[in-house]
């Protein structure tokens, strides 16, 4: 049985991601850790130093928020639990940091986007890339989502740079009129992003792709929470015998 703590638990994710564990045979929600609470029939703590000193767990799933996840990360990776994060907003120069500070045996994986539909949307956008001088990402979210762009937005375009072996003048960019700056959206490795923030949506995305007369969109949506959780159980029973730093789900759909 796989113990686990959910960091963030009373929150939308975290709640998702509870009675996804009690749902599995292989595992068990161990506590929760949130400041903002609600009642519930296991241990909960209000940090993740008081999780670890006051209950036992093999596996710190995190969905808190972009300024609190690197601090809980900090506690619990010298003391040797494995995380499967899924909050967004930290850089790949600070997951290294922060793989850093584990002992060996210990495993950060960190999945911007935990839905195996985004995995492969990601996929086949890395394997267009080279065949198209245009690309564009534009991300649709709801209102309450706390980063822009979102971080499978962000890791998007940098598949896509990475995939070509040539920059993108993204064309139009220094078209963009005094006081409207952004209407071509923000670069991120030369690809252009764009977030559209509205009631109505949970996650979707569309990657357009321009070259000579044609047009190849690539759009994923996710309609409900739900189908974040194969992708974090998959998380869960894969982190216990790796190591370092793991990021993206695709490491462990192969
Ligand atoms: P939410 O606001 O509904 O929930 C966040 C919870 O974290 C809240 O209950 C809050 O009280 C709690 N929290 C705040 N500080 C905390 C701390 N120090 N320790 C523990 N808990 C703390 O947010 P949400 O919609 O559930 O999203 C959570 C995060 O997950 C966001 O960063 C979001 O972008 C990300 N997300 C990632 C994926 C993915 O596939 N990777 C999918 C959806 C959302």
Redesign the pocket.
Known sequence: MIKVAV????????SAVVDAVTAADDMEVACG?????KDVDFPTF???AEAIEGASFDVLV?????S??A??LEVALPAGVDCVV????LSNEKLEELASLAPEGTCLFY?????TGAVLMMQFAKAAAPFFPEAEVIEFHHC????AP???AVRTAQMIADARDFTSAAPGKETEIAGCEGARGTLVDGVPVHSVRSMGFV?TQEVIFGSMGQTLTIKHDSWD?SS?MP?VLLGIRNVGDKSGLIIGLESFMN
């Not at 995190?62 to 972009?66: A, G, K, M």
């Open positions: 960091a963030g638990y009373a929150g939308r994710m975290g850790i949130d400041p903002f609470g209000e940090t993740v995190d969905f808190t928020q972009p609190v996840v601090g809980n899924g909050t967004t907003g999945a911007p986007n935990f839905t309450n989502k706390k980063d979102s971080g499978t996650a929470r974040y992708g």
